[in-house]
């Protein structure tokens, strides 16, 4: 991963920027080994903030829209959910599910569709010590198959052996 140029500040804009979702002042980015004809962001899944969740469809639905919008699907969403722990809420409305199943259902958004690049904004926000231990494994996983991470945190995030870059004060 080769990030040059600047806009905003701190490690979140740093992420949506690799996302693509904000334009560097100055500058490119591009993803080392990875398809030069598709942008960083097309070839990253990116968990921000917001779980990108549609409250009206059930979760199963959810992650099936989400599959066949973001292309060919690796794993079978009934796999994804099972690995995140909601299997049984499958066909629950995303409305009625707590800030840390929601969390899990955005996680198992990452399983179904192959990226190899991973940005993950606070990816432990709302999870309990359960959904954290997930959360680990998918990450391990991932890294495990050749994958990168590339998370903002403000604590650890299960994976002892990841390297800090610390961005500093904003000027």
């Known amino acids: 991963m080769t990030v040059t140029g600047r806009n905003g500040s701190g490690k979140s804009s740093l992420l949506r920027m690799i996302a693509g979702l904000l334009s ?87 399983l179904t569709v192959h990226r190899p690049l991973w940005l993950l904004d606070e990816p432990t926000a709302a999870l309990d010590a359960e959904g954290q231990g997930r959360l680990a494994d998918v990450m391990h996983a991932h890294l495990a198959r050749g994958g990168l991470i590339l998370a903002a945190v403000h604590g650890p995030i299960g994976l002892p052996s990841a390297q800090e870059l610390n961005l500093g004060a904003a000027p």
């Open 24 to 110: 560097p002042e100055t500058g490119r980015i591009a993803l080392e080994g990875g398809d030069m004809d598709l942008p960083v962001g097309e070839q990253a899944h990116y968990l921000g903030h917001q779980d990108a969740l549609k409250p009206s469809l059930t979760v199963g639905e959810n992650l099936r829209f989400w599959s066949a919008y973001l292309g060919p699907t690796e794993n079978p969403p009934a796999l994804a959910l099972e690995r995140v722990g909601l299997q049984d809420l499958a066909d629950l409305p995303a409305a009625y599910l707590s800030a840390g199943q929601r969390r899990r259902l955005s996680l198992a958004r990452l």
